[in-house]
């Protein structure tokens, strides 16, 4: 089966203000197929959110190839990563980033916005998302009203309402306690079985090992990919 | 692109999440268009007002004045001419008999004194008219008479009140008949006006009390007339009448102490004085309308720091750099136009309010005015916040604390 996302080389540096360099990621190659649930593990300042970032066209490398179901990515203009983003990647981040004091609804529905969809269109998709993720009764909740776990399924929530080829998890149990951790991340593995492809980054080794296969990184080179 | 409509409901929504930031930002150009509403219906009012009264006088009128009109006294001669006006009886006369295309020559004088009846009395314009005066500006009785020449060749203590003078002091009562006091002296009421001219401009023009000319010359001790009004056949005679009455004011007066003036040299002049004001008024709500829109830039860049992992969330779920754009530039304009659009209505409701007491004329060129530079404002103000915004990287944006 041919790859959803390829990357072949990938470095990426990082120059600071003093000319000082950082290597954030050192050549990368790495293939993701469709419905796979990868984890991404190895310890803080590894390159973990940079290659996140590179895998959903959200930053570009310094140097390597980056494909995205077979076309490289790398001379697009803003707006059509812009585009490709909105289409075929869902993220979900270590902090939420809901949008405060705007409801559920209105937080899950926003990728729908920029994809042109009609108002209707967009709260049935949007409460059928929170549904998925077991929130149907707050869907009027604004953050403020929700648990940190809540908070996390709204996100996930609107990660899926595009149907993207790929759901992006940076860290996303790093602000929970570890029941509402398990339960975010039983909730991407029912995603994965339902046929979603998953990519989710963390450093704790017994989160990793959920997933199908996983991704060992260290000072910007992977150092081990195995399936389980 | 996402369609207008759809940035416009996201620019509504955050700023509702704001609301009192967003009132409190609108204040400047709340108050800089109010301001503009109200001020130019003030001057528009005063204009209308004066060519009113003026027109009252009717068409083909020329004016004699005392003293030198226009230059440096300006206006502001008339005001106190009663007490320096050198014309007279006597002149009135000899233009009368200067014969074609003349045809009516009246005069006036007016001064101001208390009216009282059974206890009741009003302090109040009294205007003293010849009788050609009277049907110069058209007056007429809605109950008993008007006073004639004969009543003003003998200077007869009679009196006609104003439509609205009448009520204040008789009440629901009949006053035709009854004896008035003005400046100690007894009047008796044989008429009450119709309803003259437009409302006023600080003053109710129908409150007012007329007598014979000769009536109110002896009442307030006066030997001159404070005006002259000579009717002319048509118009385009206007000028040889104004230059027959210079010639023949000019044997017994000098140059500077009267003038002749026809209705569109006086009121060029006034309106000259009043697009200057109004000119200057504008000026200071322009420069408050400036203020507001550095408001609005001010609070729109803090808002844009604020929200910046707004920003970066909206762009890693697709948000183009011109979708950012526009949300911010959107709302800068919303916030320009709700505030014009507030400042109308209470600039409207102000110069309502103020129209019991002087006349305000709200035009539709100042409402589409202050919309037009609202909008401005929003635009001009809010590209700079709002490009900041569409230039934020993502991925800093979304770690911003
Ligand atoms: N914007 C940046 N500027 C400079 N250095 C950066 C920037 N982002 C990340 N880095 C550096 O790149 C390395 C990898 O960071 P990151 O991908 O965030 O690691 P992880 O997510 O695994 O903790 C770190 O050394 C970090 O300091
Ligand atoms: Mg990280």
């Known amino acids: 089966m041919a790859s959803l996302i390829s990357l072949s080389k990938v470095t990426k540096t990082y120059r600071l203000d003093g000319g000082v360099e950082v290597q954030a990621l050192r050549g990368i190659d790495l293939k993701i197929k469709e419905k796979e649930f990868v984890s991404i593990i190895g310890p803080s300042g590894s390159g973990k959110s940079t290659l996140m970032h590179i895998i959903g066209i959200l930053d570009s490398p310094s140097t390597g190839l980056v494909e995205l179901e077979g076309k490289n990515v790398g001379k697009l203009p803003e707006e059509k990563l812009a585009e490709l983003r909105n289409k075929h990647i869902g993220f979900v981040f270590q902090a939420f980033n809901l949008l405060p004091r705007t409801s559920a609804l209105d937080n899950v529905e926003l990728p729908l916005i920029y994809s042109g969809v009609s108002a209707t269109e967009r709260i049935r998709r949007a409460e059928e998302a929170l549904k998925i993720v077991g929130l149907a009764e707050r869907m009027n909740h604004t953050p403020a009203q929700l648990s940190g776990g809540q908070q996390q399924r709204v996100a996930i929530a609107r990660a899926l309402i595009t149907k993207p080829s790929l759901i992006l998890a940076d860290e996303p149990t790093g602000n929970l306690d570890s029941k509402a951790g398990d339960e975010i991340v039983s909730l991407l593995k029912e995603l994965n079985a339902k046929g979603n492809t998953i990519v989710l980054v963390t450093h704790e080794l017994e989160i990793a090992k959920k997933a199908k296969r996983i991704v060992q990184m260290k000072d910007g080179v992977i150092i081990s990919d195995k399936k389980i | ?401």
Request: hydrophobic residues 45%; positive net charge.
């Open chain 2, 1 to 401: 692109m996402i369609p207008t409509g759809e940035i416009l409901k996201l620019s509504i929504q955050s700023l509702l999440r704001n609301k009192t930031r967003s009132l409190l930002t609108m204040l400047g150009i709340i108050i800089g268009v109010s301001a503009v509403i109200l001020l130019v219906s003030i001057g528009q009012g005063l204009q209308s007002y004066i060519t009113n009264q003026f027109e009252s006088l009717g068409t083909n009128v020329v004016m004699v004045l005392p003293g030198k009109f226009g230059a440096g006294g300006g206006v502001a001669t008339t005001a106190h001419s009663v007490f320096v006006s050198k014309l007279s009886l006597n002149d009135v006369e000899r233009i009368s008999k200067l014969g074609s295309p003349i045809e009516m020559v009246g005069a006036s004088i007016e001064s101001t004194s208390n009216v009282s009846y059974a206890g009741k009395s009003r302090y109040t314009t009294i205007g003293g008219f010849s009788a050609e005066y009277l049907k110069m500006m058209n007056l007429s009785a809605a109950s008993g008479r008007v006073y004639t020449d004969a009543d003003d060749r003998v200077s007869k203590n009679v009196v006609d009140l104003g439509q609205t003078l009448a009520p204040k002091l008789f009440g629901s009562g009949n006053p035709l008949g009854k004896s008035v006091t003005i400046g100690g002296q007894k009047f008796r009421v044989i008429g009450v006006l119709n309803k003259f001219g437009s409302s006023g401009f600080g003053v109710d023009t129908n409150e007012f009390a007329i007598m014979p000319l000769t009536t109110a010359q002896k009442l307030f001790g006066l030997k001159s007339v404070q005006s002259i009004g000579v009717k002319a056949k048509d118009k385009d005679s206007i000028p040889v009448v104004i230059n027959m009455v210079k010639k023949e004011l000019g044997k017994r007066l000098k140059d500077d102490e009267f003038s002749v003036v026809d209705s569109s040299n006086l009121l060029q002049t006034i309106n000259q004085v009043l697009s200057v004001l109004t000119l200057a008024l504008g000026g200071i709500a322009a420069i408050s309308l400036l203020v507001g829109g550095v408001g609005i830039m001010n609070i729109m860049l803090v808002s844009v720091t604020e929200r910046t992992r707004e920003v970066g969330l909206r762009k890693a779920v697709g948000a183009k750099p011109k979708d950012i754009l526009y949300q911010f530039l959107i709302e800068a304009i919303v916030l320009s136009l709700g505030g014009g659009l507030i400042g109308v209505i209470i600039g409207s409701l102000g110069a309502w309010g103020l129209s019991n007491f002087i006349e305000t004329t709200v035009t539709w060129w100042s409402i589409l005015l202050s919309f037009g530079v609202s909008a401005l404002i929003g635009i001009i103000f809010g590209v700079a916040p709002a490009a900041r915004a569409s230039k934020l990287n993502p991925i800093e944006a979304l770690k911003y604390e």
